[in-house]
């Protein structure tokens, strides 16, 4: 694309009458990476800031806002969209309908009949040649002949699109939950000097966007402030090494890229399909059939799985599994196994068609041993090549009678009952807030045997709370009042809060009159701001008096350091930091403490001690988030300190503050787990907050009950107790621990994927598990579809965007982000199938009475007393209706009352069977003594 511009005449310092530059200009321009970008930008720019002139936006207050401006940069440099991928067309889902198996057997038996009905041998004297009268045909019988297989033809046709509706419905409704969740993503921009949220498809050419941790970006810009920041680039560039970002080496930010660590502003040049990854989607077209590519989820997941912090708190270093040794090589898209329900059916299909093949054979044989017998021996008739053709009609005679004893023996409308159950279910699931993507996914669900799920915002509100502190020496078991605290304390409190927490992160006024406050941003970063306003003091007067351009430099959180930093410039030359993290962490880093007098005095190991045992040991125990605030000084007289020695500057620090944050679990969580736990599902907690916090909330759902041995570990031990020496992951070592394992806490995303993977992989059992897994960020992305039902939130959990990816991965979407609605989904899922069994049985019963009546009738008259066209439309019709009024029986409580089936449980068990031949013995006693007697 830039040569064939530069080759046009044009070039990146070009000039634009309205804006000073143009869309194409910008797009080359983003062409560019590191130090030739940078000088690229000082060559046709003098710097950012002239960047920001030739926009029309200053990088301080951004854009004024005003639409009739916005429209302009819209209509210049286009919008923030992408055109969706085209769906999958009606005949696409028609023709990926027709593979099911039964549907191939009735579609090869329809033709072989059309082809047969055809066939019609010249007259001959019949009397010359054979007596049986029950070939000779009269001539419309014989022109009719042909309705047989159409009729096969159109039941197929008529189960095809019905499947294929039903497929198109479910489509549109995710589309219409995408499109409002894309609605609903927002991002953090500058307009007219305030910081507000407005929604991705509005981002404008001339936007001062916020980045942040945990951010990705939604268009490509420019950075015009940094503050450690580094972003993964592996989804555009391919390497996956984070890359620093700095004014003076690497400006470039990319849409689709990932924000690791540190914050910043950007003054966005390109948008939509003029984006670098709106570029790379529009080459690539996006209209692949294998959906690699997708408008929602370009570049925002990587199988190299970065190092990000999992949404319920710091998450530790992670590590390359087995299966990623060889990233250079391109591996082909996985696609998940079939569906229980769909391996059960396949194999009863063929199973059915195999002794519908062998009942057809044997019928077809002793047809022709019979007429062979009764011609050439009973009745002597000698052999004549003028009777060939004669023969050859009651050849193809026998064969449309095998035929039509395979398309009794086929449950026709087994595909059909499928569909229509498994599309009532999805509908009612809905109902109760479970929109599935994929609809095996429904009836796989209820055969799940574990979940693997996570804490916040599943398990527990989302909302979190700052409900004991520990100030100046004293341990306040509520919010204590803002007069008991030293009013020096206080100040350095609100002070080190307020600056010490990301801009974007902030309280808002509740949506409706009664309501409580919205958070907006990190919701521990939230929780300390509400920690302000319930002292009565105004954090945002402090981010007033010292704007983020200000901050003189901004240690980031990252899963490293499991701390944050600001530090502060003085007008004497001296600087002031604040840093906020666990407390567990930071104690340990701090020499002093301020006591009740408002001074800092010595904090000796045996204080430490005693503040972690009585104070964040007791907190932990009772389901909190212990988060410790400190501050540091660095007078002029010690010189300019050396910022980037991270370990010295984060050494003699003086506490002011340990803080306990909750985060209540839902009030339904542990009744629905207590149901899980009864169905034969064993729930396992996967978070990334402390091995106390995560062990308290576990108990408080009733993961954990004090008498079971089970097992609580945190990610890092996780992994040693799974590798070997060389660092690699053993299923059998891994196998010793899953079975007990219920909380894995201070967990990494990867160790997610590690432990569902090798739950899925074990053979510690002689079935087979079936995992389940909740998810909501970017890199859930790879446990969400190694599982076998993956479960995604709505609602972004940190505010780190992510869900769209997590959605994309899943098969199935929480809409209200609740672990009841898990309980319900497994309740659906069993309730199909057990509809599909009872179906079965009803289904079979009829096969077998009319395949035997079908078998003696056809042996004994040497015609099919049953035509296929006739059971054919017979069963369609009934077993519609049958299929209707089992997927409409809603399911109960009663079916959590039993054990999952598992892979290997036949869909017709031994005591389905007994009542199959019981039933058909019955109706073929009544049938042969009707015959009988009307004889």
Known sequence: MASNFLESGHGLCGHESEFGCSKEELCLLMELRGEEAVAKICECYGDVNGLCARLKTSPNRGLDGKPEDLQRRMEKFGANVIPPKKPKNFLELVWAALQDITLIILV????????????????????????????????????????????????????????????????KQFRGLQKRIEQEQKFTVIRGGEMIQIKVSEIVVGDIAQVKYGDLLPADGVLIQGNDLKVDESSITGESDHV?????????????????????????????????????????????????????????????????????????????????????????VQRKEKSILQGKLARLAVQIGQAGLIMSALTVFILIIRFLIDTFWIQGVVWSYACVPIYVQFLVNFFIIGVTMLVVAVPEGLPLAVTISLAYSVKKMMKDNNLVRHLDACETMGSATTICSDKTGTLTMNRMTVVQAFIANRHYKAVPEPDRIPANILDLLVRGIGVNCAYTSKIMPPERVGGLPRQVGNKTECALLGFTLDLLQDYQAIRNEFPEEQLFKVYTFNSMRKSMSTVLKNPDGSYRMFTKGASEILLEKCSKILVNSGRARGFKDENRLKVLKVVVEQMASKGLRTICLAYKDFPVSDGEPDWENEALILTGLTCIAVVGIEDPVRPEVPEAIKKCQQAGITVRMVTGDNISTARAVASKCG??????????????????????????????????????????????????????????????????????????????????????????????????????????????????????????????????????????QFQLTVNVVAVIVAFTGACI?????????????????????????????????????????????????????RNILGQAIYQLTVTFTLLFADL
């Open 703 to 840: 993961i954990l009950d004090t008498e079971d041995n089970f097992l609580c570990l945190e990610g890092k031990e996780f992994n040693q107790l799974i590798c070997n020496p060389l660092g690699q992951i053993e299923q059998e070592r891994l196998d010793k621990i899953w079975p007990k394992l219920r909380v894995l806490a201070r967990s990494s995303p990867t160790d997610k994927y590690t432990l569902v993977k090798g739950i899925i992989d074990s053979t510690v059992f002689e079935r087979r598990q079936v995992v389940a897994v909740t998810g909501d960020g970017t890199n859930d992305g790879p446990a969400l579809k190694k599982a076998d039902v993956g479960f995604a939130m709505v609602t972004a959990v940190d505010g780190i965007a992510g869900t769209d990816v997590a959605k994309e991965a899943s098969d199935i979407i929480l809409t209200d982000d609740n672990f009841s609605s898990i309980v319900k989904a497994v309740m659906w899922g069993r309730n199909v199938y057990d509809s599909i069994s009872k179906f079965l």
């Open 244 to 332: 620093k970002k700095k004014l003076d080496k690497d400006v470039m930010l990319l849409s689709g890229t990932h924000v690791m660590e540190g914050s910043g502003k950007m003054v966005v040049t390109a948008v939509g399909v003029n984006s670098q990854s709106g570029i790379i989607f529009t080459l690539v077209g996006a209209g692949e059939e294998d959906g690699n590519v997708d408008q929602n989820n370009w570049g925002k997941e990587d199988s190299r799985f970065p190092e990000a912090e999992n949404k319920d708190g710091p998450a530790v270093e992670m590590q390359p599994l087995e299966t990623e040794t060889e990233p250079e090589k391109k591996k082909p």
């Open 861 to 913: 008259t040497q015609d099919a007393p049953l035509k296929a066209v006739q059971m054919l439309w017979v069963n369609l019709i009934m077993d519609t209706f049958a299929s209707l009024a089992l997927a409409t029986e809603p399911p109960t409580e009663a079916l959590l009352l039993r054990k999952p089936y598992g892979r290997t449980r036949p869909l017709i068990s031994r005591t389905m069977m």
């Open 108 to 171: 090869v038996a329809a033709i072989i009949s059309l082809g047969l009905s055809f066939y019609h041998p010249p007259s001959a004297e019949r009397h010359n040649c054979s007596s049986a009268a029950t070939v000779v045909e009269n001539e419309g019988e014989a022109e009719a002949e042909w309705i047989e297989g159409a009729a096969i033809l159109l039941s197929v046709v008529v189960v095809a699109l019905v499947t294929a509706f039903n497929e198109w419905s479910k489509e």
